[in-house]
């Protein structure tokens, strides 16, 4: 089946400093990946739609100043997460989509101290 | 808007079957998945249904009635390893899914 990675797997960084989180599709061409989050014990919820070529697009409540999305090639996606704050901390997963599926990354955990 | 239901928790015993529901209402229907996701790790695609009736992949099924916003999950044979999270989700076209808050099988021996 389709591979999707993500790196880091796990990060920890200070208050106020950015983190970039990258997702790949590995042995495919993803024009459209989606980025989620979680937080723990909780459901994933959308944060935006990263569209190759074009501007992202975010979900209602998810700032894009803040989580900057970049679709440079039709195998990665970034996300950066700026300014970061311990609120921030969380499990972010990256998926693309073939047909009626997608498939996730990995996640990415996210530790702000 | 969209919505989908599920219990947060649901026990069963080893080799039995467990029956995981989901209900939803959504102004829009592309289609319903469900997702099996186990302690920090990535959801994994179980099973989708676009249509009403049955889907049987393996030991997984999943049933649909888009007419009473319903679907289950079916689980039979049940093994410790199924122990896990389970989400239906909500989404098609371009767009990202809309997760369920998830149900956490536990399967004791």
């Known amino acids: 089946g389709a591979v999707v990675s993500q790196h880091p797997s796990w990060v920890i960084c200070k208050s106020g400093t950015s983190v970039k989180i990258e997702c790949r599709s590995l042995?495919?061409?993803?024009?459209?990946m989606f980025w989620y989050r979680q937080f723990p014990k909780q459901s994933l919820m959308l944060m935006a739609t990263?569209?190759?070529?074009?501007?992202?697009?975010?979900e209602q409540g998810v700032e894009k100043d803040k989580f900057l999305i970049n679709h440079a090639s039709l195998t990665l996606s970034t996300l950066t997460v700026t300014s970061a704050h311990p609120e921030d901390s969380s499990f972010y997963i990256c998926?693309?989509?073939?047909?009626?599926?997608?498939?996730f990354g990995p996640g990415t955990r996210l530790t702000v101290t | 808007g969209q919505s989908l239901e599920q219990p947060s928790e649901v026990t069963a015993v080893e080799g039995a079957i467990v029956q995981i529901n989901c209900t939803y209402q959504?102004?829009?229907?592309?289609?319903l998945s469900w997702y099996q996701q186990h302690d920090g790790g990535a959801p994994t695609f179980l099973s989708y249904n676009a249509l009403d009736g049955l889907e049987e992949t393996g030991r997984f099924s999943s049933f649909l009635s888009r007419s009473k916003g319903y679907s289950y999950l079916l689980l039979k044979e049940l093994q410790m390893k199924d122990s896990a999270s389970y989400f239906c989700a909500w989404g098609g076209g371009a767009d990202g899914l809309t997760f369920g808050k998830g149900t956490h099988l536990i399967i004791q021996p």
């Open positions: 990263s569209n190759e070529g074009s501007k992202a697009t975010y």
């Open positions: 959504t102004s829009g229907f592309y289609g």
């Open positions: 998926s693309a989509k073939i047909g009626n599926e997608q498939y």
């Open positions: 042995d495919f061409q993803a024009t459209t």
